[in-house]
């Protein structure tokens, strides 16, 4: 039983539990899972990190089934039919068969991506196969599995900012892209935000992927201690809340505190409790003698107004007090001092910001975000737009047939035919016809993660899968030509056989 007395045994759709009795007889159904589109439909830069499967594994596949959670299903199911309130069907059956016969072990195989693999969009993440009497149950566990959409945007977005903060760098930064500041310039803000503790943990750990900068400590220790034996993997500083400043007689004093606790090191004050602009222009330059003498950096925090206009107006009030040094690209870092901006902070904001303080000769050193709900909140599963999708069926008889969705409203939405392989292409993650002959088992990206039972040794550790993802993401063309020519011919087979044929698949 899971947490809140829920059992496993209803975690997905209700429909779900009904569709053993809606399935042809067959001895093998397969099924996969993909994003059809890029990050909010970029169709220029289709790249994505596909991450989560750990968490979904380790935390609801892998937990064995027990009687009790199946009696306790049949109690909900009964009253679970509109209306009325009336019986609803699930397969008792066949879940009292695994639980008996399988240590309750959900009877299915899973192949799923290595975690932080950088694809283009339509390469499927997983791939799931159930056989013999358990075909039925093949899609059961699709609502659990479809989760994995939110890490792999969280991750997305995450990566995509570091692409802004290292454009940054490369223009105006003596450190270029390969600063070690850029790992720290974006801050996961997004805890409070949150719906729910698990969200704050799985999105807090995709957006550790790409940077080591978080406030959200319940992914920051899941991460370190749960994903990466122990080893430190995100990190923060020192700050002030608006309810600090304000309990104090002045903001000056409450900037002396901060100072006398920890000047020394990098610590940030938020400056908009009252009046920003008299922040900037008085309280600043009334403890800058007390700032220089600790020796530490300051980072100050606007938290209102617009974003750009509030970086901006910190940048010029501390480089009046501080000063500034010009770097050999001729962009001006103000020493000891900078800001960050956390309130309203988005990709578009970012790239805003970045280019204001370009144009005002700023180097990109002097700045860096915190995103909030626009990191771990404001996505869904359309972002990329992902889906489940049966693929491939041996009936009772021995006949197999490739199968695909097609609807002719929306030809995008096609779905993949056939059981599926990925193989890298000149760098480039493909999808071929795992019977096409042309995909050996050792090239094949999909490797087996749980295979009616849990499987020990299938994960990588944080820090190799930080270090998958900074190398494959450079390396991925933003777009690519990933259906591989035999999957092409069988998808513009099948089309033909119904309706109009994509234009992807000309």
């Given at each position: 039983?899971?947490?809140?007395?829920?059992?496993?045994?209803?975690?997905?759709?209700?429909?779900?539990?009904?569709?053993?009795?809606?399935?042809?007889?067959?001895?093998?159904?397969?099924?996969?899972?993909?994003?059809?589109?890029?990050?909010?439909?970029?169709?220029?830069?289709?790249?994505?990190?596909?991450?989560?499967?750990?968490?979904?594994?380790?935390?609801?596949?892998?937990?064995?089934?027990?009687?009790?959670?199946?009696?306790?299903?049949?109690?909900?199911?009964?009253?679970?039919?509109?209306?009325?309130?009336?019986?609803?069907?699930?397969?008792?059956?066949?879940?009292?068969?695994?639980?008996?016969?399988?240590?309750?072990?959900?009877?299915?195989?899973?192949?799923?991506?290595?975690?932080?693999?950088?694809?283009?969009?339509?390469?499927?993440?997983?791939?799931?196969?159930?056989?013999?009497?358990?075909?039925?149950?093949?899609?059961?566990?699709?609502?659990?599995?479809?989760?994995?959409?939110?890490?792999?945007?969280?991750?997305?977005?995450?990566?995509?900012?570091?692409?802004?903060?290292?454009?940054?760098?490369?223009?105006?930064?003596?450190?270029?892209?390969?600063?070690?500041?850029?790992?720290?310039?974006?801050?996961?803000?997004?805890?409070?935000?949150?719906?729910?503790?698990?969200?704050?943990?799985?999105?807090?750990?995709?957006?550790?992927?790409?940077?080591?900068?978080?406030?959200?400590?319940?992914?920051?220790?899941?991460?370190?201690?749960?994903?990466?034996?122990?080893?430190?993997?995100?990190?923060?500083?020192?700050?002030?809340?608006?309810?600090?400043?304000?309990?104090?007689?002045?903001?000056?004093?409450?900037?002396?505190?901060?100072?006398?606790?920890?000047?020394?090191g990098i610590y940030a004050c938020v400056m908009d409790s009252y009046d920003y602009a008299k922040a900037l222009s008085e309280v600043l330059p009334s403890v800058a003698a007390k700032k220089l003498g600790k020796g530490g950096y300051l980072v100050l925090r606007p938290d209102s107004g617009d974003p750009?206009?509030?970086?901006?107006?910190?940048?010029?009030?501390?480089?009046?007090?501080?000063?500034?040094?010009?770097?050999?690209?001729?962009?001006?870092?103000?020493?000891?001092?900078?800001?960050?901006?956390?309130?309203?902070?988005?990709?578009?904001?970012?790239?805003?910001?970045?280019?204001?303080?370009?144009?005002?000769?700023?180097?990109?050193?002097?700045?860096?975000?915190?995103?909030?709900?626009?990191?771990?909140?404001?996505?869904?599963?359309?972002?990329?737009?992902?889906?489940?999708?049966?693929?491939?069926?041996?009936?009772?008889?021995?006949?197999?047939?490739?199968?695909?969705?097609?609807?002719?409203?929306?030809?995008?939405?096609?779905?993949?035919?056939?059981?599926?392989?990925?193989?890298?292409?000149?760098?480039?993650?493909?999808?071929?016809?795992?019977?096409?002959?042309?995909?050996?088992?050792?090239?094949?990206?999909?490797?087996?993660?749980?295979?009616?039972?849990?499987?020990?040794?299938?994960?990588d550790d944080f820090d190799t899968v930080r270090a998958r993802v900074a190398s494959e993401w450079t390396a991925l063309p933003k777009a690519a030509d990933n259906l591989s020519a035999s999957l092409r011919e069988k998808v513009r087979q099948q089309m033909a056989l119904r309706g109009k044929v994509p234009?992807?698949?000309?």
């Amino acid at each position: 039983m899971l947490p809140g007395g829920v059992p496993i045994s209803v975690l997905t759709d209700s429909y779900k539990a009904t569709h053993y009795l809606q399935y042809p007889k067959a001895r093998k159904f397969v099924a996969y899972g993909e994003f059809r589109q890029g990050y909010n439909k970029d169709k220029a830069d289709t790249r994505m990190v596909s991450y989560g499967m750990r968490y979904l594994v380790e935390n609801y596949i892998s937990k064995p089934w027990t009687m009790e959670d199946i009696a306790m299903a049949e109690s909900f199911y009964k009253t679970h039919m509109s209306p009325g309130y009336t019986e609803f069907p699930f397969p008792k059956a066949l879940f009292e068969k695994f639980v008996l016969e399988n240590n309750g072990f959900f009877p299915v195989k899973l192949e799923a991506l290595p975690e932080g693999t950088c694809i283009n969009a339509r390469v499927p993440v997983y791939q799931i196969t159930a056989t013999e009497e358990y075909t039925p149950l093949c899609t059961f566990l699709e609502t659990l599995l479809t989760m994995i959409w939110y890490p792999t945007t969280v991750a997305t977005l995450s990566r995509r900012s570091r692409d802004v903060v290292e454009a940054s760098f490369a223009r105006t930064s003596d450190g270029g892209p390969a600063s070690p500041l850029v790992q720290s310039r974006l801050v996961d803000f997004g805890f409070r935000g949150c719906t729910s503790l698990e969200q704050s943990i799985i999105g807090g750990c995709a957006h550790l992927l790409s940077f080591t900068s978080s406030d959200t400590m319940s992914a920051a220790f899941y991460a370190q201690f749960k994903l990466n034996g122990g080893r430190p993997v995100g990190c923060s500083i020192p700050a002030t809340e608006h309810s600090v400043m304000t309990s104090w007689p002045t903001e000056a004093a409450a900037m002396e505190n901060m100072m006398d606790n920890f000047g020394t090191g990098i610590y940030a004050c938020v400056m908009d409790s009252y009046d920003y602009a008299k922040a900037l222009s008085e309280v600043l330059p009334s403890v800058a003698a007390k700032k220089l003498g600790k020796g530490g950096y300051l980072v100050l925090r606007p938290d209102s107004g617009d974003p750009t206009d509030a970086v901006l107006m910190a940048l010029r009030a501390a480089e009046k007090v501080f000063g500034s040094v010009r770097n050999s690209k001729g962009f001006r870092v103000i020493p000891g001092c900078g800001v960050i901006q956390g309130d309203g902070i988005d990709l578009s904001t970012m790239e805003k910001i970045a280019q204001a303080i370009e144009a005002e000769g700023y180097a990109a050193d002097n700045v860096s975000y915190g995103m909030g709900g626009g990191l771990l909140q404001k996505v869904n599963r359309d972002t990329m737009s992902f889906a489940t999708k049966l693929c491939h069926i041996v009936y009772a008889d021995g006949h197999a047939a490739d199968i695909m969705k097609q609807p002719q409203t929306d030809t995008g939405k096609f779905s993949l035919p056939g059981v599926l392989a990925v193989k890298r292409v000149n760098g480039v993650p493909t999808v071929f016809p795992a019977d096409s002959g042309e995909v050996a088992p050792h090239d094949n990206l999909l490797r087996v993660v749980y295979d009616m039972r849990p499987l020990e040794g299938v994960w990588d550790d944080f820090d190799t899968v930080r270090a998958r993802v900074a190398s494959e993401w450079t390396a991925l063309p933003k777009a690519a030509d990933n259906l591989s020519a035999s999957l092409r011919e069988k998808v513009r087979q099948q089309m033909a056989l119904r309706g109009k044929v994509p234009a992807l698949v000309h």
